[in-house]
Every structure is written in C-alpha cells, then in structure tokens.
C-alpha cells in the first residue's frame, strides 16, 4: 500500500515562509515526477509546482518566483518551500507522485492534504 504524507502546513502572516514536505511510502519500485497542488474554498484543485525525478521544475506563474519545489529521491520526499505568502495562497495542498508499483504497475497516488492559511 503506497501513501503520502504530508506535513508542514499552519497559519502564517502574509510576507512570511511555510515548508512543506511530503514523503512516499509502502511498497513501490520507484516514484516519478512529484507535485504539489492546491484547493481553495469555492474553487478548482490546480499545480502549483512539479518535478521530474532528475530535477526539472514548473511553477504555476502565481507562484513564481516565490516558490521553490524540491526533492529528496533517496527519501522518496518532495518539498515545497514557499516564501512571500499571500493571502491568496491559502488553501489545502496536496502532494502527488507519480509511482511505479512493486508489481510494476504506474499509479497516480494523492496525499490528503494539508491547509495553509495566510493572514493579512
């Protein structure tokens, strides 16, 4: 059974920096491109940033510039460091991986999010 955990999340002034962390777990062969993605209330889940497991990033253009996505493969962790919070960024993210199975089988697997809240 693979999961994701995610932690990191809480309440911050606008101006401030909140990490997020994410970590895969349970049994799987190798885990792929990694995600981070965000629902305010009342709207869409839409990316925020992903990465490649060789390191290559995109950003949604709200958050560039602010937001630094990053990873560590030998823990199966993807990080989100956001600095410069709005208020508009609050919202629950959840962290996605792409994993290939033990049995080989790709799977695209969601953690359950975690809420950051920016204040103004």
């Known amino acids: 059974q693979v999961q994701l955990v995610e932690s990191g999340g809480g309440l911050v002034q606008a101006g401030g920096s909140l990490r997020l962390s994410c970590a895969a777990s349970?049994?799987?062969?190798?885990?792929?491109?990694m995600g981070w993605y965000r629902q305010a209330p009342g709207q869409q889940r839409e990316l925020v940033a992903g990465?490649?497991?060789?390191?290559?990033?995109n950003y949604a253009d709200s958050v560039k510039g602010r937001f630094t996505i990053s990873r560590d493969n030998t823990k199966n962790t993807v990080y989100l460091q956001m600095n410069s919070l709005k208020p508009e960024d609050t919202a629950v993210y959840y962290c996605?991986?792409?994993?290939?199975?033990?049995?080989?089988?790709?799977?695209?697997?969601w953690g359950k999010g975690t809420l950051v809240t920016v204040s103004s």
């Open positions: 996605n991986a792409n994993i290939v199975g033990s049995n080989l089988v790709i799977g695209d697997y």
């Open positions: 990465i490649t497991r060789r390191g290559t990033t």
């Open positions: 349970g049994r799987f062969f190798s885990v792929n491109a």
